[in-house]
């Protein structure tokens, strides 16, 4: 059973604090993404990584970084966490040239 | 720039009817079109794509109909059932390549199926 998991599926953090949410794939995919989903904007990725320590901006990158040191995994930072990215993250991967993404579980993160 | 949206957030349906989401886009270069739906608590799942050049698929119980005329998605839901309450997204994919590929999702539907 193919899987993408997300660390934590819940997360209370504080104003100015620096947040990691790890996401690990297990199946070799060298696609992974990290969108964030807020209710009636849909999902919008954040960033994107179609190799190891390569990754590219999405349409909201801005508070935001991502590392990829490992295939397998793929983390998003947020630098000093702020209330208006209370939100559900959710990481993705994929295989080049497949259409179908696989998700994980997502991340509930409320930064008060 | 790229977007994908829905023309209608919610859909409530009775048991047993069929549903119809619809969903329009704006990127008419992109290369694949795709249905998820996502459920109560989980992460989207993958239910069906459709490649820029075909106007229909059909899956199990489900039908993606592609109108390049007027950027137009839509999914079918024979005899709607209960399990199949959920928000669905349509995403499109602007290039499908080796390389890596990006997916660009609309805003979602919810869908109810009532008893």
């Known amino acids: 059973d193919v899987k993408v998991t997300q660390s934590s599926r819940y997360l209370v953090k504080r104003t100015g604090e620096k947040v990691f949410l790890e996401c690990v794939q297990d199946m070799d995919h060298e696609n992974m993404f990290w969108y964030r989903q807020d209710p009636g904007l849909g999902l919008r990725l954040i960033y994107f990584?179609?190799?190891?320590?390569?990754?590219e901006k999405g349409d909201i990158p801005e508070g935001y970084s991502v590392s990829r040191e490992k295939k397998e995994r793929f983390s998003l930072i947020l630098e000093s966490a702020s209330t208006n990215q209370t939100s559900m993250y959710l990481c993705?991967?994929?295989?080049?040239?497949?259409?179908?993404?696989?998700f994980g579980q997502g991340t509930r993160l409320t930064v008060v | 720039g790229e977007s994908v949206g829905l023309h209608l957030p919610t859909l409530s349906v009775q048991e047993g009817d069929n549903s119809i989401i619809n969903c329009a886009y704006s990127?008419?270069?992109?290369?694949?079109f795709i249905w998820y739906k996502q459920e109560s608590g989980k992460g989207p799942q993958f239910i069906i794509d459709i490649r820029s050049n075909m106007d229909k698929r059909q899956g199990q119980r489900v039908t993606v109909l592609l109108n390049k005329t007027v950027k137009h998605l839509s999914l079918q839901i024979a005899a709607t059932q209960p399990g199949d309450s959920a928000v669905y997204f349509c995403?499109?994919?602007?290039?499908?390549?080796?390389?890596?590929?990006?997916?660009?999702f609309g805003p979602g539907t919810r869908l109810s199926v009532l008893p």
């Open positions: 993705a991967s994929s295989a080049p040239g497949n259409t179908e993404a696989f």
């Open positions: 990127n008419s270069a992109s290369d694949y």
């Open positions: 990584s179609y190799d190891v320590k390569m990754k």
């Open positions: 995403a499109e994919i602007p290039q499908l390549d080796n390389y890596g590929q990006n997916f660009v």
